[in-house]
């Protein structure tokens, strides 16, 4: 495998064009449902690269493919769209400037997730001159909405487009490490009810907002309790939204909807969760019902595909071959063995492995812990480096030695 990673990298393309590239990303905005401008880019600068075949589906995601049919099928998916840039004054440089500072490019999405995406392509760009060598397919996917709603654009891209990959990558950050894994994630929606009166006349009436606080008390006690797996960690919970309703700020709100992220760790699932809460709801006596919230946004092209957003937990074999061939690659690549983990947030890999059942593993360029932060950057020589090792572990997966 070494020997076809060193072919490969003969013909790297440079540096300078791999950072010019993902500068021009970070400098065209891309919120989720706003993807279009960057999906056009990116398909002219793949095309001008020589990629044969790419186009962008209905939902308005680019798929590129190379390679024969015979064979397995390789996906390496990673999401176009970002997250709204917030506390602007805190920035270090504006978040669209994509300024290069001692080798360090700072910006929104220099690492969630345009620098991989980059580097996917210009790893994947070493291929071309060795298609007919391929035994199989490469399949580059880059997804929209997945900041809001994980998992659905390659849910489409899969039961609907007919792509059916044997193995997946995910270019979600990982400090060029590897992670085989996640924690699930179900956000629910608890409708709070009350009795409405005027302001003046308070115990003509029931406030939701009390009622409420009482739920939220409780969700501070149960987030002490939740059940721990010795490699994803503990089950979380959260409250991560209020709103109430009245006829006026001189009203008692009758109604008080609160927003509850709970991660799942392995062993847990959305059905034990919800019952969970529901049984402390009744326990407390609120007056409140559990509903898990659905994700219905258009996406850029105007297409709607409702998503539940209630999400396994997944974690891949650290023995299974896809992450022994990371692994070698990593280690061609760089020199010395990676460490081997598990994201602390939610990937597409909530359907790719939690649902469709497909071997995921995960490998990109930055500090996950920097994701959604106003410090987002990458360091230069990652970029390289990534790019490197999706080069090499296509060939290795699809290459005869």
């Not at 880019?41 to 024969?68: C, K």
């Not at 063995?337 to 059942?357: C, K, L, R």
């Not at 932060?373 to 490197?388: F, G, I, P, S, W």
Request: charged content about 15%.
């Amino acid at each position: 495998m070494a020997t076809k990673i060193d072919h490969l990298a003969l013909e790297w393309a440079t540096a300078q064009d791999l950072t010019r590239f993902t500068q021009q990303l970070i400098q065209t905005p891309s919120l989720s449902g706003q993807e279009g401008a960057i999906a056009a880019m990116i398909v002219d600068h793949m095309r001008a690269l020589g990629f044969p075949d790419v186009r962008t589906n209905e939902m308005g995601s680019v798929v590129a493919t190379l390679g024969s049919k015979s064979g397995p099928t390789v996906l390496y998916d990673t999401h176009m769209d970002t997250v709204v840039p917030a506390s602007l004054e805190k920035w270090p440089y504006a978040p669209y400037d994509a300024h290069i500072d001692n080798d360090v490019l700072y910006g929104l999405g220099a690492i969630d997730t345009k620098s991989s995406l980059a580097s996917m392509i210009y790893g994947a760009a070493q291929l071309l001159p060795f298609q007919d060598q391929l035994n199989g397919k490469l399949v580059l996917a880059f997804t929209v909405q997945a900041e809001p709603c994980e998992g659905l654009a390659i849910r489409v891209l899969i039961e609907e487009d007919g792509i059916y990959p044997d193995f997946v990558l995910l270019g979600e950050p990982t400090n060029l490490q590897i992670s085989r894994g996640q924690r699930g994630r179900v956000m629910f929606k608890v409708l709070v009810e009350g009795q409405a009166s005027h302001g003046g006349q308070p115990d003509l009436g029931q406030n939701a907002i009390y009622a409420a606080a009482r739920l939220i008390f409780a969700v501070q006690l149960m987030a002490g309790d939740l059940p721990r797996d010795p490699f994803l960690g503990p089950g979380t919970i959260a409250i991560t939204g209020i709103e109430s309703q009245g006829a006026s700020l001189n009203a008692i709100p009758d109604q008080c909807r609160v927003y509850i992220d709970r991660r799942l760790t392995l062993g847990e699932t959305v059905m034990g969760a919800e019952a969970q809460l529901e049984s402390m709801i009744s326990r407390e006596s609120i007056p409140a019902t559990v509903k898990i919230t659905i994700y219905d946004d258009p996406s850029y092209t105007g297409l709607i595909r409702p998503a539940r957003e209630a999400h396994p937990a997944w974690v891949l074999d650290r023995a299974h071959p896809l992450v022994a061939a990371l692994n070698r690659t990593i280690q061609t690549v760089q020199g010395s063995a990676p460490e081997i983990g598990h994201w602390p947030f939610s990937t597409d890999g909530v359907y790719t492995m939690g649902q469709a059942n497909i071997p995921t593993v995960g490998f990109g360029p930055g500090d996950p812990n920097l994701v959604h932060t106003e410090q987002e950057h990458v360091r230069m020589a990652d970029l390289k480096t990534a790019a490197h090792v999706y080069a090499g572990l296509a060939a290795s997966l699809l290459m005869n030695d």
